[in-house]
C-alpha cells in the first residue's frame, strides 16, 4: 500500500528563517511527485511535478527536491503570506495499469511570523 | 478564465437524508476527481472520471456513495442515508488530461452532517 508521510505536522518560522518540509514515501513506480500549497477554506494550488530522483524545481522562494525514497521542499527566507498547509502527494500506475493513482500525505502547516 | 467551481460551498444535513454535490470542471478538461478531506487527514481519493471511460470507483467508501458525470463536463457527487462520519470537506479537481498533469481544485463543499 502507497504511504506518503510528511513531517513535521507543523512548522512555525519567523519572516526570513529558511527551513525545510520532508515528504518521505513508500510506492511501487513513482510517476510523480507533486507538491501542493493550500490555504484554508482553499482547495490545494499546485506548485511542482518532479518525475525523477535529481530533479529540481523553484518557484520564487520554494525549491522541490527529489531523491528515490523522499521529496524536500525548501523555503529560503520565508515571508508571512508564504504561511499554509502545504501537501505533497505521489502518483503511480493503478493495479490494472489503465489508471494513475494519487496519494496524498497529511500536510505540513506552516506559519512565518512577522 | 474561470476555474473549477463547487457548489454548494457549505451544507448541513442531518443524518439519514441524501445529499448531491455539484461541480463544474474547467472548460475542456477531460479528467475530473472527487476527493474527500476530514479535519487532520490528508485527501482522499474518490472517483476519478477521464473521458468516456468507466469511471474509477476504487476510492469510494461505500455503497452509499456514486457519482457520475454528465457530458463530460458538470459531475454531482451524491450521498444517500448520509451518517456523521461523513462529515468532512469534498473537492473536485480537473485536469487537461492523464493525471499525472497537473490537478487544478475547486474550492469544496464543506458538509457536515448532524
Known amino acids: 500500500e502507497d504511504q506518503v508521510t510528511q513531517s513535521p505536522e507543523a512548522l512555525r518560522l519567523q519572516e526570513g528563517e529558511s527551513s525545510s518540509l520532508n515528504c518521505s514515501y513508500t510506492v511501487s513506480g513513482l510517476r510523480g511527485l507533486f507538491w501542493y500549497r493550500q490555504d484554508p477554506g482553499k482547495g490545494p494550488e499546485f506548485l511542482f511535478t518532479l518525475y525523477s530522483a535529481g530533479e529540481e524545481k523553484e518557484k520564487e522562494r520554494l525549491k522541490a527536491t527529489l531523491t528515490k525514497k523522499e521529496s524536500f521542499l525548501h523555503i529560503t527566507a520565508p515571508k508571512p503570506e508564504d504561511s499554509a498547509t502545504y501537501l505533497c502527494a505521489v502518483l503511480r500506475i493503478s493495479e490494472g495499469g489503465s489508471n494513475y493513482k494519487l496519494t496524498f500525505g497529511k500536510g505540513t502547516l506552516l506559519t512565518v511570523n512577522p | 478564465g474561470a476555474g473549477v467551481s463547487q457548489s454548494p460551498s457549505n451544507k448541513v444535513t442531518e443524518k439519514g437524508k441524501d445529499v448531491e454535490l455539484r461541480c463544474d470542471p474547467i472548460?475542456?478538461?477531460?479528467?475530473l476527481y472527487w476527493y474527500r478531506q476530514s479535519l487532520g487527514q490528508g485527501l482522499e481519493f474518490l472517483i476519478y472520471?477521464?473521458?468516456?471511460?468507466?469511471?474509477?470507483k476504487s476510492g469510494l467508501p461505500s455503497d452509499r456513495f456514486s457519482a457520475e458525470r454528465t457530458g463530460g463536463s458538470v459531475s454531482t457527487l451524491t450521498i444517500q442515508r448520509t451518517q456523521q462520519e461523513d462529515s468532512a470537506v469534498y473537492l473536485c479537481?480537473?485536469?487537461?488530461?492523464?493525471?499525472?498533469?497537473?490537478?487544478?481544485f475547486g474550492p469544496g463543499t464543506r458538509l457536515t452532517v448532524l
Open positions: 479537481a480537473s485536469t487537461s488530461g492523464p493525471s499525472y498533469n497537473e490537478q487544478f
Open positions: 472520471f477521464q473521458g468516456n471511460s468507466a469511471p474509477d
Open positions: 472548460s475542456g478538461h477531460t479528467a
